[in-house]
């Protein structure tokens, strides 16, 4: 395998601020030639993430094109195109999952969850062509892209690829990779976010988020060939410590918003921390002691954002549709900044236009640790 195809692109999951990773794609495209396929052969995604990745993938031979297209949808998106959001339809939907609960066992019920994202799953199917995948594949532009999703039945990380034939599936501990031709429903299980969206059915399990059982993010990149992975993450740069008023319990918001923190930032900084002690490992062996062992020095470039996602979605507030409004105020939503469940559920084109500007931002403050790590 040539060098080049060793590089990897992991983009973490987050819901809308999945447009940051746009930003600093952005970045990395002003210093490429306009021709440029993708600079990294191996894409893997979760969550959003996957959707962004997967758009990349579509379009792996024109990098600049592929661009384009998803910043066309990110910079007009709007809320309703992923989720159903007025007021009767929030309340409607809210509605019948509660009649549903008084159903016998015995009869089939719909997945149960806050919200619709109906609406995705059409802009999934409207705007990717995923019959361009194998296309970039058998033209050698890509090597392979990874769609993480979480199964609730097996409680496993499952990771649907699609990619070379001589990349083998691979089974270890509570994680699969699993051969494909990926379609809208893969994109779709891997963005559901537990609680909020209902979990997809496929192949015999009950498939959600791909954050959720995600013990080891930088895997299924492993796994694919990749010993340069560039991850784009979400975490929030260094704050204050949360819920420190004892006078005051959280609320149910602010929980929701601490714990999708957790499911999206924690497991991969863990991983890269012991990825760090692996390399550290692998330095201080002998080159005999190398060939005796399975591991391999991987190095990675994380970046994250530099500007708190809560304080910006808090300013876009007023543009989130009436029934989320009402849906948020009743599950105790006050203090608009204190909590990080606005930055997952706000899609609203002014707040992911403020994202794709705050990557792009990043990114070309960091240009040359990428150009570096890139080797472009």
């Known amino acids: 395998m040539s060098e080049r195809n060793q590089y990897a692109l992991l983009l973490s999951g987050g819901g809308a601020r999945a447009a940051y990773q746009l930003g600093v794609l952005k970045a990395i495209a002003t210093f490429l030639p306009r021709n440029q396929g993708l600079p990294f052969p191996i894409v893997c995604g979760n969550s959003a993430g996957a959707i962004?990745?997967?758009?990349?993938?579509?379009?792996?031979?024109?990098?600049?094109?592929?661009?384009?297209?998803l910043e066309w949808v990110w910079k007009n998106f709007n809320t309703r195109q992923v989720y159903d959001s007025g007021i009767r339809d929030v309340f409607k939907h809210l509605t019948g999952n509660f009649l549903s609960s008084f159903q016998s066992e015995q009869n089939q019920k719909n997945p149960s969850s806050l919200l619709n994202?109906?609406?995705?799953?059409?802009?999934?199917?409207?705007?990717?062509?995923?019959h361009r995948i194998d296309r970039n594949i058998l033209s050698g532009h890509l090597r392979a892209i990874t769609v993480n999703a979480s199964s609730y039945t097996s409680h496993d990380s499952i990771s649907f690829y699609q990619g070379h034939a001589d990349i083998e599936p691979w089974e270890r501990e509570q994680r699969r990779g699993i051969p494909c031709t990926l379609n809208s429903e893969h994109l779709v299980a891997s963005s559901a976010i537990p609680m909020l969206f209902p979990p997809v059915k496929m192949m015999g399990e009950f498939l959600g988020d791909g954050s959720v059982h995600q013990l080891s993010p930088l895997s299924p990149a492993i796994h694919l060939g990749a010993k340069k992975i560039l991850i784009i993450g979400v975490e929030q740069p260094e704050k204050t410590s949360r819920f420190t008023d004892m006078n005051r319990f959280p609320s149910s918001i602010a929980i929701a918003g601490h714990l999708l923190d957790t499911i999206f930032a924690d497991t991969l900084k863990a991983d890269l921390e012991r990825l760090t002690r692996i390399n550290e490992t692998i330095a201080h062996m002998t080159y005999r002691q190398q060939q005796q062992t399975n591991l391999k020095t991987i190095d990675t470039l994380a970046i994250n954002p530099t500007v708190n996602f809560n304080e910006m979605a808090a300013k876009h507030f007023h543009r989130m549709p009436s029934g989320i409004k009402i849906l948020l105020r009743m599950m105790g939503l006050h203090d608009k900044a204190d909590t990080s469940l606005l930055s997952y559920l706000l899609f609203e084109k002014e707040f992911c236009r403020e994202l794709i500007d705050l990557g792009m931002q990043d990114g070309l403050a960091r240009q040359e640790e990428l150009r570096s790590f890139l080797s472009i």
Do not use: E, V, W
């Open 117 to 130: 994202n109906q609406p995705l799953r059409q802009l999934i199917r409207s705007r990717l062509d995923f």
């Open 52 to 69: 962004n990745a997967t758009g990349l993938a579509c379009y792996a031979s024109c990098y600049h094109l592929g661009l384009r297209k």
